[in-house]
């Protein structure tokens, strides 16, 4: 298992300017550590990192989620044992001189090991370099990636449907040791509206502050629904 690389935009400077620019930059795929684990750890790494009271828990999770969400998956009774539920956590992290990185990451709602054990890295990046072309970019591999791992099966062509090379294309078809579907997505209100393109409405609570936790509308249907703010 390693890191693959992408062409993704970033925000960089260029002289006296700043301009988007195509860089390389290393993701780890889920469906690389799903595999992996499963494959080569034993049972002891994959309890502490995808199920903490055994694989068992994850027939037992799909039995109790919504018709209406298994309908939207696809997902039948048959694969209830063998489809690992994913969610997936984005957030801004301080580091040095006042900047912050941004971290995808995902773990499963049946892992209780806390962070450090049960979360995993999809991809981080400085906060300052990424724009609205960056996230596309992050969200296409990302779908190409859990559409690969909701079939079961490893793809034959890259994001952009381009056939794969190399040692990506030797492993083309293989099956997956675990399916896996996304639930759903976590973070605080300002990684919420970052991620789902929310609306900004600023509240001034006097001429020199806001709170912006309070000015994010949320787009999501089921909030809108309720006329709910975060």
């Known amino acids: 298992m390693s890191l693959e690389f992408f062409r993704i935009p970033l925000l960089c400077t260029d002289g006296l300017e700043k301009k988007e620019m195509d ?24 309890k502490s990192s995808f199920y903490t009271n055994g694989r068992d828990s994850v027939y037992h999770y799909w039995t109790k989620e919504t018709q209406s969400h298994l309908d939207r998956l696809g997902l039948a009774i048959d694969e209830f044992d ?59 591999i990302l779908a190409w990636d859990l559409t690969a791992l909701r079939a ?48 900004l409405i600023y509240f001034p609570l006097n001429m020199f502050s806001v709170f912006r936790c309070n000015a994010i509308q949320n787009k999501c249907h089921s909030l809108a629904a309720l006329g709910a703010r975060i």
Not at 30 to 46: F, G, H, M, R
Not at 177 to 195: L, N, Q, S
């Open 23 to 46: 860089q390389d930059v290393g993701f780890i795929l889920p469906s690389d550590i799903i595999d992996y684990v499963l494959t080569y750890c034993n049972e002891a790494a994959a």
């Open 152 to 199: 079961g099966t490893r793809p034959e062509c890259d994001h952009l449907g381009r056939p794969l090379t190399g040692k990506r294309k030797a492993l083309a078809g293989q099956a997956f040791a675990m399916k896996a579907a996304f639930v759903y997505w976590k973070g605080d209100a300002e990684a919420r509206y970052m991620a789902h393109d929310s609306q």
């Open 82 to 140: 063998s489809t690992l539920p994913l969610i997936w956590h984005e957030d801004a992290v301080p580091h040095w001189h006042g900047s912050t990185g941004t971290f995808w990451s995902w773990s499963t709602p049946l892992a209780y090991g806390g962070a450090w054990s049960s979360r995993h890295c999809f991809v981080g990046l400085t906060t300052s370099s990424i724009t609205a072309a960056t996230r596309k970019v992050i969200l296409d």
